[in-house]
Each structure stands twice: as structure tokens, then as C-alpha cells.
């Protein structure tokens, strides 16, 4: 019955490479988002999306491509992986226009590139 | 500019001590809400409450106790009777709504980690 989850929970992968993780959320919610959380702990948006529409898309590197092939999932793409990348990435899903709006996070996935 | 500020980046009690954690925060937005998030060792993040900025009601869930007020734009968050399930990173965070699309955006602070030690 978990809310909003993430695979893999743990990424080890050498620079250059390719990489994906998935996020799906049995919420019913119609936003989905990535956040990145880095070695200070501190989280910052990088996309959102509303029933598969890009409406947030910070200053991320282009390396980082979303994908949303419906509203209950958004994956997220890495090209050739940097050793700045290295950080705990999280997925969070909201009902969006909703009175009462909050973000509800998946377990996150750790991402180590060496 | 931060919008969210969690001036105490470190705080250690001792067990049964009451602690507070202080959030401040900046927005020009009249309707916002306001949020605190846990965050355990173990690394997920869990919602703790949400408040409106219509509501400054302060409020009250077992040992947990949040004051809201607007005219300091804080919102401060106090444990009380503290145990060692509570050592954790505390999070709180702003949502405003972006104009240009109607999303709304959550800021973080950058997180207040509480040892309670036993």
C-alpha cells in the first residue's frame, strides 16, 4: 500500500554512463515532481509535472530528461552521469488545485557515481 | 534570497527536555501555505503538518506543537517531553503558487538536525 515509490533505492554506476529511476504513485494525484537532496541535505526542485504537462523545470542540466507516460508515473533520465550528480533524489506527488495542497515524498534513491 | 531560513542547523537535548525548532520565512504571496517535514536517519521524508496562510491558529498533535505567526513570518515548531524517535532533520518549507503556470513551488529551509540523546 506504499504511497509513492521509487526504484532503485540504491545506485552505484560509473561516470559517463546512463541511468534511470522510476517513480510511480497509487495516490490518484495528478502532479508529480523530482527534488534533489545533496550532500548538505539541502532539497531543491528540479521538475514538476501536471497530468504529464512539464510545468516546472528549474536549471537542471539537460543530461536530466523526465518522463511521464501517464499521470501516475514520472521516471527520470540521466545522461552521462557526472560525479557531482551524486546525491539522494526524491519524488513527491501532490493533487494539484486542490484546497488543501501537500507533497507527499517517496523513500528516495540514493545515487553514487564514482 | 532564501525564502525559507532554519537559523539552528544543529540542536541536541537531552531526553524529556522540550525543544524548538525556528523557521522563518519570505513571500509576497497573501495566500501560501507552510509546511514541516521529517526526515529520520533512515532517509524518507515524512509530512508533519501543513498550515494556510489564513490560519494562525496554532496547533497541537501529541507532543508536537506548531505557533504560526504572520507578523514575524515564522513558524516554529516545538517538541515537547523530547525521545530518542525524535533525532532526526526537520524541514520546513514555503508553497507558493507560480504565476506563469499555476503550479505551486515548494522552498525548503535547509533542514534543522535534532540529537536527542538518552
Known amino acids: 500500500d506504499t504511497a509513492v515509490s521509487q526504484t532503485p533505492k540504491y545506485l552505484v554506476t560509473q561516470m559517463g554512463n546512463d541511468k534511470s529511476i522510476k517513480c510511480e504513485q497509487n495516490?490518484?494525484?495528478?502532479?508529480m515532481y523530482w527534488y534533489k537532496q545533496d550532500s548538505k541535505k539541502f532539497l531543491k526542485i528540479m521538475f514538476s509535472y501536471n497530468n504529464k504537462e512539464l510545468i516546472i523545470n528549474e536549471t537542471v542540466p539537460n543530461r536530466f530528461s523526465p518522463k511521464s507516460p501517464d499521470k501516475a508515473h514520472l521516471n527520470l533520465h540521466i545522461n552521462s552521469l557526472e560525479l557531482g550528480d551524486s546525491a539522494v533524489y526524491f519524488c513527491a506527488s501532490s493533487q494539484e488545485n486542490a484546497l488543501v495542497e501537500t507533497q507527499y515524498f517517496g523513500p528516495g534513491t540514493r545515487l553514487l557515481v564514482l | 534570497a532564501q525564502k525559507v531560513t532554519q537559523a539552528q542547523t544543529e540542536i541536541s537535548v537531552v531526553e524529556k527536555e522540550d525543544v524548538t525548532l525556528d523557521c522563518v520565512y519570505e513571500t509576497r504571496d497573501t495566500t501560501y501555505y507552510l509546511f514541516w517535514y521529517k526526515q529520520p536517519p533512515s532517509g524518507e521524508l515524512v509530512f508533519l503538518i501543513r498550515r494556510n496562510s489564513f490560519d494562525e491558529q496554532n496547533e497541537i498533535s501529541g507532543r508536537y506543537s506548531w505557533n504560526f505567526q504572520k507578523s514575524t513570518s515564522s513558524f516554529n515548531f516545538t517538541i515537547t517531553a523530547s525521545q530518542v524517535v525524535d533525532s532526526a532533520v526537520y524541514f520546513c518549507?514555503?508553497?507558493?503558487?507560480?504565476?506563469?503556470?499555476?503550479?505551486?513551488?515548494?522552498?525548503f529551509g535547509t533542514g534543522t538536525r535534532l540529537t536527542v540523546i538518552p
Open positions: 495516490l490518484g494525484h495528478d502532479t
Open positions: 518549507a514555503l508553497s507558493e503558487r507560480l504565476q506563469e503556470t499555476g503550479a505551486n513551488n515548494l522552498f
